[in-house]
């Protein structure tokens, strides 16, 4: 079964000539008619435009020309990522209409490598949520268990791999986006180092933590996905100044002697369930030859309302471009230029986007900067402090990725405690230190519970080779949503 | 830190720029309103002598290119996402001054 196959393989079953471009596109086309009205991860399908480009790489195959390193695979795009002449709503109602007119650098550098961009995925109204409940256009769910949220931001990209309707997806990580829809789902998301992959073409939130990461059902094929987009980019200049990786060879290779850190301060009242869990995933660790450590990262429960006040501030600022002059829908009541930014914005946006622009206007605004955004970047610098200290005693740490696995569509309706949900994960982009979720157990339920490994900025290949050897040791990865397995 | 006031938030919209009912507003100002408590744990944090963070990344550079003309996107695929018909090679918009 094509689709049970990992993107390496895929690819090697491509260039052997076992299997067409066309009909491996077709293969995914098919799944996504069959099973995406359920879960509904996919904005928009580009069923031509991926089989001429299918069509082109067979023809390509057989001419004896060179193909990429992602040649024939299938890869879905978060919607805030612009694919060319495709639509990028970024779930919101105010660009609803709004088409691509130019590649990110990420959406380049997979076509490149000659992939083929089957799709653009559900996510939270740019991308802030944690549930995807607060897309506009419509609703995700969970593929092992409807009733349940994929997570969030990314929930798309999360459940379209999960269900296998792409074997590849691109998310977006700006406090947890990639790794909490990772971990719900049970598939494999990875947040690289801050500056890892160029953010030209992501559409901005918070823009000192945004990044993109590669989601996927094993590391390999994620790390597969890191040597295409793991770059410098003129148009970034955030983007580290440094050359590609070899992440699949560097990858390979044993733990043994590895240092794990794990915060058990930060990580006290873990419910029983996530708990069972972790401790599981620590003792396969130990199995491997690693050592636990306890670090001290305390101040982890200041993270939330630090990124709080940081990305909202940078979201009210990278969200005033939206003004209805340019592009996006205007409203049709204004009459006024005044009324087209005001209804525009009152029509066009939705109740989490609008809190969060408001609460960044607020602490950026005259007479409260000093006391919540300044006060928030000095505790970001202890906070980076204190994961340096951390590695000083280990080489990865352990957390678990979210308090609890996927929960209910609807179960959480206060802002704030939807905040909490990503206690774990906020920290790493406040350090802009790499993360990955990998599968690593499921709830009495059956649900998924992913576990989290994170590394020192630029040792995003120490992360993927402890995840790497946690999933040979393990066949959590391999599990498939049983409604979705055929 | 201070308390939020419906007054407030009636600001913060018209800073930002988004037409409000006074239902949203009032909304509004619950659900920030406990955000802004919430926020007011990092008071506990001696932040005395602590520089603030600007980038996450040590010793980054500044990245300088010569101020060389790229491609740059045609007109017309500029206009298929303008929200008006544009007119004349320019965005639509209403009357800006008012006549008389």
Redesign the interface.
């Known amino acids: 079964m094509m689709h049970t196959s990992t993107a390496i393989d895929m690819q090697d079953r491509f260039l052997r000539g076992e299997n067409s471009a066309v009909s491996i596109v077709q293969h995914f086309l098919q799944r996504i008619a069959r099973y995406d009205k359920q879960i509904g991860s996919f904005l928009s399908v580009n069923e031509t435009k991926a089989l001429e480009r299918a069509e082109h790489l067979d023809k390509k195959r057989a001419s004896g020309r060179p193909l990429g390193k992602l040649a024939a695979i299938p890869v879905s795009i978060k919607d805030n990522i612009l694919v060319k002449g495709c639509l990028a709503t970024c779930g919101s109602k105010f660009l609803s209409?709004?088409?691509a007119?130019?590649d990110a650098t990420a959406t380049r550098l997979l076509e490149e490598e000659d992939a083929i961009i089957i799709g653009k995925t559900n996510c939270d109204e740019f991308a802030m949520g944690s549930s995807t409940e607060n897309s506009a256009l419509q609703m995700t769910y969970n593929p092992w268990n409807l009733k349940c949220t994929p997570g969030g931001s990314s929930g798309g990209s999360g459940a379209a791999v999960a269900g296998r309707l792409s074997p590849l997806s691109l998310g977006s990580d700006t406090g947890g986006s990639v790794r909490q829809p990772a971990s719900f789902c049970g598939v494999v998301g990875f947040k690289p180092?801050?500056?890892r992959i160029s953010r030209s073409g992501l559409v901005a939130y918070g823009s000192?933590l945004d990044q993109i990461g590669p989601m996927a059902a094993c590391t390999a094929d994620v790390a597969l996905l890191m040597e295409v987009l793991g770059r410098s980019c003129?148009k970034d200049?955030?983007t580290?100044?440094k050359g590609p990786e070899d992440y699949l060879s560097k990858m390979d290779g044993s733990i043994r002697g590895l240092k794990v850190g794990v915060p058990w301060q930060f990580l006290e009242g873990l419910l029983p369930e996530a708990k069972r869990v972790f401790d599981q995933g620590l003792e396969i660790l130990k199995s491997l030859g690693a050592a636990v450590v306890e670090v001290d990262l305390s101040?982890l429960k200041?993270s939330?309302?630090?990124y709080?006040?940081i990305a909202t501030a940078e979201a009210?600022t990278n969200l005033?471009r939206f003004?209805?002059?340019?592009?996006?829908?205007?409203s049709p009541r204004?009459?006024?230029?005044?009324?087209?930014?005001?209804?525009s914005?009152?029509e066009g946006?939705g109740p989490e986007v609008?809190?969060r622009?408001?609460?960044g206007?607020?602490v950026l605004?005259a007479g409260?900067q000093d006391?919540?955004y300044?006060?928030?970047?000095?505790?970001?610098?202890?906070i980076?402090k204190q994961y340096r200290d951390a590695f000083q005693k280990c080489g990865i740490i352990a957390s678990p990725v979210s308090p609890f696995p996927a929960f209910e569509i609807g179960s959480i309706r206060?802002?704030?405690q939807m905040?909490l949900v990503d206690i774990y994960n906020i920290g790493v982009n406040?350090?802009?230190v790499p993360a990955i979720s990998i599968p690593s157990g499921f709830c009495h339920e059956g649900k998924p519970i992913g576990l989290q490994l994170i590394g020192p900025?630029m040792h995003d290949v120490d992360v993927l080779r402890a995840a790497n050897a946690f999933e040979q040791a393990t066949d959590f990865h391999q599990a498939i949503p049983p409604e979705y397995a055929v | 830190?201070?308390k939020?006031t419906k007054e407030?938030?009636k600001k913060?919209?018209q800073?930002?720029?988004?037409?409000?009912t006074e239902e949203?507003q009032e909304s509004?100002l619950r659900?920030?309103e406990?955000?802004?408590v919430?926020?007011e744990?990092?008071?506990?944090?001696d932040?005395e002598n602590?520089?603030?963070?600007?980038?996450?990344?040590p010793d980054?550079v500044?990245?300088m290119?010569e101020d060389e003309v790229g491609p740059t996107?045609p007109q017309e695929?500029?206009f298929?996402?303008?929200?008006?018909k544009p007119f004349d090679g320019m965005?639509r918009?209403?009357p800006?001054l008012k006549q008389g």
């Open positions: 209409n709004f088409i007119p130019y180092t801050y500056g000192s003129e200049s955030t580290i100044p101040l200041y939330i309302p630090a709080y006040i009210s005033a003004d209805g002059i340019r592009y996006g829908v205007r204004s009459h006024t230029l005044e009324e087209i930014y005001d209804l914005k009152e946006f609008k809190r622009i408001l609460l206007t607020y605004s409260y006391d919540y300044k006060k928030a970047q000095k505790v970001r610098t202890l980076i206060d802002p704030l905040y406040l350090a802009g900025q | 830190m201070s939020l407030t938030i913060l919209t800073l930002s720029r988004i037409a409000c949203e509004l659900d920030l406990k955000v802004l919430y926020f744990q990092l008071n506990e944090i932040t602590v520089e603030p963070c600007n980038h996450v990344i980054i500044n990245v290119r996107l695929e500029f298929r996402n303008a929200p008006a965005i918009v209403p800006v």
